[in-house]
């Protein structure tokens, strides 16, 4: 069964490499085969039949996971919609969050109307989209609720996220959410509750009403977000900081209900029930207590899990626990990895595409690490000496999934879990599960569990912030690749083998590549440039072979920023662990906003603004007397001339030369700056690369400077269908008419280019191109 199931898993991981889906016959003639190879694979040896098996469970995995593909992207949003006013009649499908003036949440699509010329008319669109509702007045705030049925006025767009190396993938997100359009409430709109069904959304609105019980029980307590985590699966409290310290300690599986909490509570529940169940000796007669107890378990866990949302990890402690207190009632024992690949297995039915979260590769992984190293073998009485050999054996075996996810890996995570584990399973949960069961009867009550449940965490909370601090507390690097990756497995299969296995410790060598081999850097007189898919806003690294300079940070937007979401990931992925410059062309959020983030994640040597930044301090003006060499290649400021200009012609004006090539990052400069440029260095400007002036606006790129620039490239750093139609048509034509080649981040993703002083210029790399995937949208010329 285990071959199986996981030739089931590789189908659908190789779907998942597709750029595009063929056709739903070839899903369809692939599943068939699958089963005329089943039916004529037992005619042969045992050897060959399970060669076969293997085959069609592979093809069987490929063609369930491109049927549901195709289900999930057959309700798209067309093109023609985008950006128009629509009516959209529906119900709120997920509990909505609150992120400032907005709330969030996913809408299931009854009818979706369009205002024509004859009225409304009725148009194809997507069954799940998500919206966002900015409500600035709080009088006029509406309290909405799961299951409720709304009439709302709407703007949409097909699914949309930056593309970045070691960035976030936000739209294989939506695609596993099954959201197909993203967008907003119209406040000018009509907006109107339609009715509350009297059966909707039972499960989920209980749960919101606990989230917002727990919210005023704790009201203003640090720790309340993981309260709700831990009691509900409902994370949208939580914040950064913690998720930091988290993984830096190695503990943040404890704020995700799986296996360890289902399998607390549902334990509790046997052992519990069956004794109670003894004391009626006649119910004993016709019902064991151990099979009462059992199915006790089993509704504990599912209620635990109904709770939590169900999600991935959830669902396959959920399905363990069932599989293996069924055993018990059945009186058929089942293997524990029977119990986990018919888990594995149930899964990828109910969802196949739940492998394109973290969530299920490091939960099933940890069951999976821990069963290969205890099942079946003999181990030490001492139960201490268990426990820590199980935290040091999860360690390691996810020691490349953390790497690949998090580009980091908690060093003290087996020291800080034998402390955390026994602490929040017999302390904290008791009390949070007691606590929020009961606060739907006696609140006064439950509120007390819930206090005292966050008394005790807050306990355990400071001696984890401690550790965190730790300067050994966690190991950063760059992304692996695959083939470190691959070897990195092997040797950790050597390393947990029994030890009867001769050149078990031959497994360190195999894991040497995932610290050694390291992402290319430039050689000496060559440059990486890359301006990064940040949305609209600028934010770019130039890269030499000894040192790393960044032109702009990106956007930032409540809580969010492109420091955090893009720079950081990106710079880690590469294996940068400084900035030597940093350079802040101007005064704008869509330039500037992700540099305190940048600040607070890695050291950043020398500052340079153009106009003075709220919270950079030792920041020194870009003017354009300064310029240095870094391993050959030269960095000089163009402009500003005084350190007193304001607003988007106080952008600083850097040109990197490499050999014959040239690179030109404008920041936002106008018409009078490219004036003053050509009044004092008409002579310096022609460039390979130019980075467009303002994101291509009509007070930019005029004729006279784009002749001097001469440019080879040009390259629009925007946002997808952002509000100011950026760049403008008529800015387009200039370049197109002075022969350049132009690239718009919010078509190609990250843009990157290699200019050597020996080899020239290599050919841009695109990254959405090259990492295109079937669920992202295709975003082409025209559309942005």
């Known amino acids: 069964m285990r071959l199986w199931v996981g030739a089931f898993l590789l189908g659908v991981l190789w779907l998942q490499t597709l750029a595009s889906l063929p056709s739903v016959f070839l899903f369809v003639l692939l599943g068939t085969l699958s089963l005329f190879i089943c039916y004529y694979a037992q005619r042969f040896s045992s050897a060959v039949s399970r060669v076969f098996y293997w085959l069609a469970a592979c093809l069987l995995g490929f063609s369930y996971a491109g049927l549901y593909a195709s289900w999930v992207l057959s309700h798209e949003l067309p093109e023609s919609l985008e950006g128009k006013t629509l009516i959209a009649v529906g119900t709120i499908h997920s509990i909505p969050e609150k992120q400032g003036y907005a709330q969030r949440f996913q809408f299931k699509v009854d009818a979706l109307w369009e205002e024509g010329e004859a009225g409304l008319q009725k148009v194809p669109g997507p069954k799940y989209i998500q919206l966002s509702w900015y409500q600035y007045q709080r009088s006029l705030q509406q309290h909405l609720s799961v299951g409720d049925k709304w009439q709302l006025t709407v703007r949409l767009k097909r699914p949309w996220g930056s593309m970045n190396p070691g960035g976030f993938d936000y739209e294989r997100y939506l695609f596993q959410q099954k959201i197909r359009a993203i967008g907003y409430v119209d406040q000018k709109g009509e907006n109107k509750w339609l009715e509350t069904p009297a059966f909707a959304y039972p499960v989920q609105r209980v749960r919101q009403t606990l989230f917002n019980k727990i919210d005023l029980a704790l009201e203003g307590r640090e720790l309340v977000g993981m309260i709700q985590a831990l009691a509900l699966g409902l994370r949208t409290n939580m914040t950064d900081s913690h998720w930091e310290t988290l993984r830096r300690t190695g503990t943040n599986h404890l704020m995700a209900i799986s296996g360890l909490h289902i399998g607390l509570i549902s334990g509790f529940a046997f052992f519990v029930f069956t004794f109670l169940w003894r004391g009626f000796p006649t119910l004993c007669l016709y019902f064991p207590a151990v099979k009462a107890g059992a199915v006790a378990a089993m509704v504990a866990a599912l209620l635990y899990s109904a709770l939590a949302g169900f999600s991935t990890p959830t669902q396959r402690a959920f399905i363990m626990v069932c599989v293996f207190m069924g055993s018990v009632i059945s009186n058929r024992p089942t293997g524990v990895w029977q119990s986990f690949c018919?888990?594995?297995?149930?899964?990828?039915?109910?969802?196949?595409?739940?492998?394109?979260?973290?969530?299920?590769?490091?939960?099933?992984?940890?069951?999976?690490?821990?069963?290969?190293?205890?099942?079946?073998?003999l181990q030490p009485g001492n139960k201490l000496k268990q426990a820590w050999k199980s935290q040091w054996v999860v360690w390691l075996g996810l020691l490349p999934l953390c790497l690949i996810f998090f580009q980091q890996s908690a060093l003290i995570a087996p020291l800080v879990n034998l402390i955390a584990i026994p602490w929040i399973s017999f302390i904290v949960v008791p009390l949070t599960f007691i606590g929020t069961g009961v606060l739907l009867l006696h609140e006064g009550l439950g509120n007390l569990c819930l206090r005292l449940a966050e008394l005790s965490l807050s306990g355990l909370w400071s001696i984890i912030e401690s550790l965190s601090r730790l300067p050994f507390s966690h190991w950063q690097q760059f992304s692996p690749n695959a083939l470190s990756v691959f070897l990195a497995v092997c040797g950790i299969g050597l390393l947990l083998a029994p030890r009867g296995l001769p050149g078990r410790f031959l497994g360190i060598i195999f894991l040497l590549p995932l610290f050694l081999l390291k992402p290319a850097a430039p050689?000496?007189?060559?440059?990486?440039?890359?301006?990064?898919?940040?949305?609209?806003?600028?934010?770019?690294?130039?890269?030499?072979?000894?040192?790393?300079?960044?032109?702009?940070?990106?956007?930032?937007?409540?809580?969010?920023?492109?420091?955090?979401?893009?720079?950081?990931?990106y710079l880690q992925s590469q294996g940068i662990k400084q900035v030597d410059t940093l350079v802040l062309s101007h005064n704008h959020h869509d330039h500037t906003g992700g540099a305190i983030s940048l600040l607070n994640a890695m050291p950043v040597g020398e500052i340079f603004i153009g106009e003075p930044v709220k919270g950079i301090e030792n920041a020194k003006h870009c003017l354009s007397e300064i310029s240095w060499q870094w391993s050959g290649i030269e960095f000089a400021f163009l402009y500003p001339d005084i350190p007193e200009a304001r607003g988007n012609d106080s952008s600083c004006v850097l040109q990197v030369r490499v050999g014959a090539h040239r690179l030109l990052l404008t920041g936002d400069i106008e018409q009078y700056a490219e004036e003053k440029l050509l009044e004092k260095s008409k002579d310096l400007l022609k460039s390979t690369i130019l980075v467009a002036p303002h994101h291509g606006s009509s007070t930019s790129s005029g004729a006279e400077f784009l002749s001097a620039v001469k440019a080879e490239f040009v390259l629009f750093p925007v946002g997808y269908r952002n509000r100011y139609q950026f760049p403008r048509s008529e800015v387009i034509e200039r370049y197109e008419d002075s022969g350049a080649t132009l690239y718009n981040v919010a078509e190609t993703g990250a843009i990157s280019f290699t200019l050597s002083a020996k080899q020239g210029l290599v050919a841009p790399s695109l990254y959405r191109q090259e990492k295109r995937r079937f669920w992202h949208s295709l975003i082409t010329e025209g559309s942005t």
């Not at 060559?526 to 130039?542: C, K, N, R, Y």
Request: proline residues 2%; charged residues 10%.
């Open 342 to 377: 018919l888990a594995l297995l149930l899964v990828l039915l109910l969802d196949p595409f739940s492998t394109l979260s973290v969530g299920f590769w490091l939960s099933f992984s940890a069951v999976g690490i821990l069963l290969y190293t205890f099942a079946g073998r």
């Open 523 to 569: 050689k000496a007189g060559e440059v990486h440039f890359t301006l990064l898919d940040v949305g609209q806003g600028l934010a770019s690294v130039v890269r030499t072979q000894d040192h790393v300079l960044m032109f702009d940070t990106g956007i930032g937007f409540g809580t969010s920023d492109s420091g955090s979401r893009v720079l950081v990931p």
